[in-house]
């Protein structure tokens, strides 16, 4: 598994849990992590985020709403 396909795993499973103390848990683990490693950007990721801005900017983005709705249309076609 990449290191992308498990970040994209575990946001995945963070998002099925209710418990608040244990999301407070992996917070305080993501933190400790976060806070010492200085996060450094590959240029092909700085395109990709001066592109998504570009993109907001135009009104090219769907909020949480529409998502959402894009997303039952979607789960009740399969």
Same mark, same amino acid.
């Given at each position: 598994?990449?290191? !992308?396909?498990?970040?994209?795993?575990?946001v995945n499973r963070i998002l099925e849990i209710n418990d608040e103390t244990?999301?407070?848990?992996?917070?305080?683990?993501?933190?400790?992590?976060?806070?010492?490693?200085?996060? !450094?950007?590959?240029?092909?990721?700085?395109?990709?985020?001066?592109?998504?801005?570009?993109?907001?900017?135009?009104g090219l983005f769907l909020n949480q709403e529409e998502m959402d709705h894009?997303?039952?249309?979607?789960?009740?076609?399969?």
């Amino acid at each position: 598994m990449t290191a !992308i396909e498990l970040k994209t795993y575990l946001v995945n499973r963070i998002l099925e849990i209710n418990d608040e103390t244990f999301l407070k848990a992996i917070k305080t683990i993501l933190d400790s992590k976060s806070q010492s490693e200085k996060l !450094i950007l590959t240029p092909e990721q700085r395109f990709e985020i001066a592109e998504s801005k570009k993109q907001i900017e135009q009104g090219l983005f769907l909020n949480q709403e529409e998502m959402d709705h894009e997303f039952d249309k979607w789960q009740s076609e399969k």
